[in-house]
């Protein structure tokens, strides 16, 4: 990526996708060349919805649930994404799953993974200064909007809609992610692999901060399912890793170097 010396020109796109809104951000190159690697990064989203929906009876997934694929007979992509799903299950103990209801569901992790990986097929092209990437509230930030300008993401409140709980910035960052989850948006749907039912915790948001979104959106989800206390410790635990926990009891629990990322 090249440093920008003035503001360079930007382009954005929005696209329905997985049943969300991902929207593209991207500054810098030729726009001729940005357009086409945009084009190709929204096609390879619903490629990707297409392959791993579990809404969707004929996708690879759902067949490979069903014991109607193996995973050598899927799209190299399943193979990536389930090897990445198992190290973070490994990583959480357990705490992050693919499994819902004893059914193979990587949706965890898949958003966060296309999000990353729109992101970096962006950034790649020629003169591109930075790019963001936000798949329905997970975002992968990569370089700068302009000189002297970081990227900053706001963190919606749970507990009061319209206002934010605070404003992330990647300011001294070529790369920052931010991961969202809870409840607020989409209801009690984060499972406790214990149990195999909807995790029951004092919680109702957990923002990750991660050079990565594919980890900040599993270690999102892995912590809100441990609970705050739990959830914290553990976090705290991972290396380049800061969080935001809010209780359901408007509790503000912070990992210790989130405040250098707050602005």
Known sequence: MAEPTQAPAAVRHAEE??????SFDVRGGDP???????EEAVAGL??????FSTYRDDSQVSRLARDEL???DCDPDVAEVLAL???????????????????LDPTGIVKGWSVERAARRLVD??????????????????????????WRVGVSDPLRPGALAAVISAAGLDELAVATSGTAE??????????????????VAVTVVAPSVTWADCWATAAFAMGSRQGLRWLESLPGVEALLITAGDEVRCTGGLAARLG
Do not use: C
Request: charged share 20%.
């Open 85 to 103: 799903a198992a190290q973070a299950e490994r990583i959480s103990e357990g705490w992050f799953s693919t499994r819902y209801e004893g059914r």
């Open 125 to 150: 092209v020629p003169g591109v200064t930075g790019v963001s990437v936000n798949g329905g509230g997970d975002v992968q930030l990569l370089g700068v909007p302009g000189p002297q300008r970081p």
């Open 46 to 51: 619903h490629r990707v919805d297409e392959v």
């Open 32 to 38: 001729g060349a940005v357009q086409s690697a945009l």
């Open 70 to 72: 193996t995973v050598d």
């Open 186 to 203: 989409r209801g009690a749907h984060i499972v406790d692999p214990r149990t195999g039912r909807s995790a029951v915790t004092d919680l």
């Open 17 to 22: 996708v997985m049943g969300t809104v991902f």
